[in-house]
């Protein structure tokens, strides 16, 4: 099992940058494969980017792509979502997930077993 907490979100404007961080307690935390998701108000939680390998092999979702950048610090057990350029179509509220298995679709939030209380993301015009 493995615990989630998510930070960094907050209020801006657009063109601004915030950078989110997850803190993973729990069991092995190097074993899991971490993503990001998020979800506005009346939509469907849309995957943003994953990582694994220990930070060797990330990908992106093309609405953030070039834009987003996640890292992770393996001493600290914390994943990073580096946000520049931001546009009010970034507003939402932003999920750390994370899951035990390779392969699957990697953007499918079924595929993720646990998941943070997540943290607010606000861009404004």
């Known amino acids: 099992q493995v615990q989630l907490v998510e930070s960094g979100g907050g209020s801006v404007q657009a063109g601004g940058s915030l950078r989110l961080s997850c803190a993973a307690s729990?069991?092995?935390?190097?074993?899991?494969?971490m993503a990001w998701f998020r979800q506005a108000p009346g939509k469907e939680r849309e995957w943003v980017a994953h990582i694994y390998l220990r930070g060797r092999v990330t990908n992106y979702a093309d609405s953030v792509k070039g834009r987003f950048t996640i890292s992770q610090d393996n001493a600290k057990n914390t994943v990073y979502l580096q946000m520049n350029s931001l546009k009010p179509e970034d507003t939402a509220m932003y999920y750390c997930?994370?899951?035990?298995?390779?392969?699957?679709?990697?953007?499918?939030?079924?595929?993720?077993?646990?998941w943070g209380q997540g943290t607010q993301v606000t861009v404004s015009s």
């Open positions: 997930a994370a899951r035990k298995s390779y392969g699957g679709s990697w953007s499918s939030a079924y595929e993720y077993n646990y």
């Open positions: 729990g069991n092995t935390y190097s074993r899991y494969y």
